[in-house]
């Protein structure tokens, strides 16, 4: 158990629609980020929040957006679901020190019928 | 961050050694190494880290060669659960650092 909790684990949704996926990093992780793996596709890096603030962004698409509340966790909207965005959606978290290794969720699989 | 290149897949017999290579050549002086693996679907698991030493942890060893150009991750007795895509993953020390993921290699552990 790495200590970062996903929700929910599986989300079968139709196209068009809008999802919101959560995370919870690890207690006094600062850092929070997303990634999303398509099927037999390798690990693409979405965005990074730190303390609250957008920290470093990817290869997101306009349709998607992510937030980090004071409390740390963090949501990933995806809205306009297509076909093609149904993948594994996983996120880490780091602590704010230096060499540190990211720990990961076990991830959201989002399937868009 | 530095572009890293790994074999495509490898195979090894359960009970060998597992030598993971992967090639950084424009590492620059303060980027570390960073090696972690993907069961299947599951989150990325993070094993092992180095700049220029050898490394060993309870999971693997990390040998990174002089020039640090390259560098490979051995598990000393494999096991069917090493099974896995790995990530060889070259990085800043800064704190906060996203992870930048490549290809990877997909190791199977055959019994």
């Known amino acids: 158990d790495s200590g970062v909790t996903q929700t929910p684990k599986h989300l079968i949704t139709a196209t068009g629609q809008r999802v919101t996926l959560r995370c919870s990093p690890r207690s006094g992780d600062l850092s929070v980020y997303w990634y999303q793996q398509s099927l037999d596709q390798g690990l693409q890096f979405l965005i990074q929040y730190y303390n609250g603030e957008e920290r470093a962004k990817g290869n997101i698409l306009e349709r998607f957006s992510a937030q980090q509340f004071p409390d740390l966790h963090s949501e990933l909207n995806l809205s306009s679901l297509e076909l093609g965005d149904s993948a594994l959606y996983f996120c880490?978290?780091?602590?704010?020190?230096?060499?540190?290794?990211?720990?990961f969720g076990q991830g959201t699989r989002l399937t868009v019928v | 961050d530095a572009k890293t290149t790994q074999p495509t897949s490898m195979d090894c017999a359960e009970g060998r050694a597992a030598n993971l290579p992967c090639n950084h050549s424009?590492?620059?002086?303060?980027?570390?190494v960073y090696w972690y693996r993907q069961i299947h679907s599951q989150g990325p698991q993070y094993i092992i880290h180095?700049?220029?030493n050898n490394e060993t942890n309870e999971m693997a060893s990390l040998i990174i060669t002089e020039d640090r150009k390259s560098s490979t991750l051995i598990l000393p007795h494999a096991t069917l659960r090493d099974t896995a895509v790995y990530y060889c993953i070259v990085r800043l020390p800064q704190g906060a650092q996203k992870l930048v993921f490549g290809q990877g290699t997909r190791l199977t552990i055959n019994p």
């Open positions: 424009t590492i620059s002086g303060n980027e570390y």
């Open positions: 880490a978290s780091s602590p704010p020190l230096e060499n540190t290794e990211a720990f």
């Open positions: 180095g700049l220029k």
